[in-house]
C-alpha cells in the first residue's frame, strides 16, 4: 500500500468502567470500543452503555462490537445515538449488513474477520462493511500470521495482539489504515491509561 501522508486511527476497545472513560476523554483516541456480547469480561449493558454515553466526549464516536445480535438490537443502539458505529464480530453476512443499513437508514458498519490463512482474507476483501477489521479471534491478545498481508491491498484495520511493544512495527511493516487495541492496553484485565496514552502518543507519531 502506498504512503498517503495520513496518521493511522487508533480505537481503544473494551471500556467498561468510568475511570475508562475519564482516560479516553484525555488521550482523544479516534474511536471508542464497546463490547455488547454478554460472554467477554468487558461486557456493557444497555443502561451501562447510557451512562458512558453521556460521559463519553461527543467529538469521539463509540464503537459497538456485537457478536450474532439481531439486525434489530443493533440498530436500536445506533438509531438512539448510544453508538455511532456498528462493529460485528460474527458470522454475520453481506445481507445482514443490507438488513441493518436498511433499519438505521445507511449506519456505518466494520466488519471484523478471524484470519487463519488465505481464504479469509478473500472474504474480507469481498465484505460490503464500510471497514474491515482483521484479527485472530475475539479479544485473544495475540496476532494472527501477519505475513498473510503481504499481497492484501484493500484498507484495513489491523486488530489482534497489538501492544505499546510491538505497535510501531506494526504500523510501519503494514501501514494498516487504523489499529484497534483493548487487551494490549490493559493490566490484570482493567485498562492501564498509561499503556493507553502510550499507544495512542505512539500511533500519532506514525505516518502512512
Not at 471500556?15 to 482516560?23: E, F, G, S
Not at 456480547?37 to 444497555?46: D, G, Q
Not at 440498530?75 to 458470522?91: F, P
Amino acid at each position: 500500500m502506498r504512503a498517503d501522508g495520513r496518521m493511522p486511527r487508533i480505537k481503544i476497545c473494551g471500556l467498561y468502567r468510568d475511570c475508562d472513560i475519564a482516560c479516553v476523554n484525555e488521550a482523544a483516541p479516534d474511536y471508542a470500543g464497546f463490547v455488547f456480547y454478554p460472554p467477554s469480561h468487558r461486557y456493557v449493558t444497555e443502561d451501562e452503555m447510557r451512562r458512558f454515553r453521556g460521559l463519553l466526549d461527543p467529538s469521539v464516536p463509540a464503537v459497538g462490537v456485537f457478536v450474532q445480535a439481531p439486525e434489530e438490537t443493533v440498530a436500536r443502539y445506533l438509531n438512539e445515538g448510544l453508538i455511532q458505529i456498528a462493529q460485528l464480530h460474527g458470522q454475520e453476512d453481506n445481507s445482514y449488513i443490507d438488513r441493518l443499513r436498511k433499519l438505521t437508514g445507511g449506519c456505518e458498519v466494520w466488519k471484523a474477520f478471524c484470519i487463519t490463512g488465505a481464504g479469509d482474507l478473500k472474504n474480507a476483501a469481498d465484505s460490503t462493511a464500510d471497514r474491515i477489521l482483521l484479527d485472530n479471534g475475539f479479544g485473544t491478545g495475540k496476532h494472527f500470521d501477519w505475513d498473510l498481508l503481504a499481497s492484501f491491498d484493500r484498507p484495513y484495520i489491523l486488530a489482534g495482539g497489538l501492544s505499546p511493544d510491538n505497535l510501531a512495527d506494526a504500523i510501519s511493516r503494514f501501514r494498516p489504515w487504523g489499529v484497534d487495541i483493548s487487551s494490549g492496553v490493559e493490566t490484570d484485565k482493567k485498562k492501564d491509561a498509561e499503556k493507553i496514552r502510550q499507544a495512542i502518543t505512539i500511533t500519532r507519531r506514525m505516518q502512512l
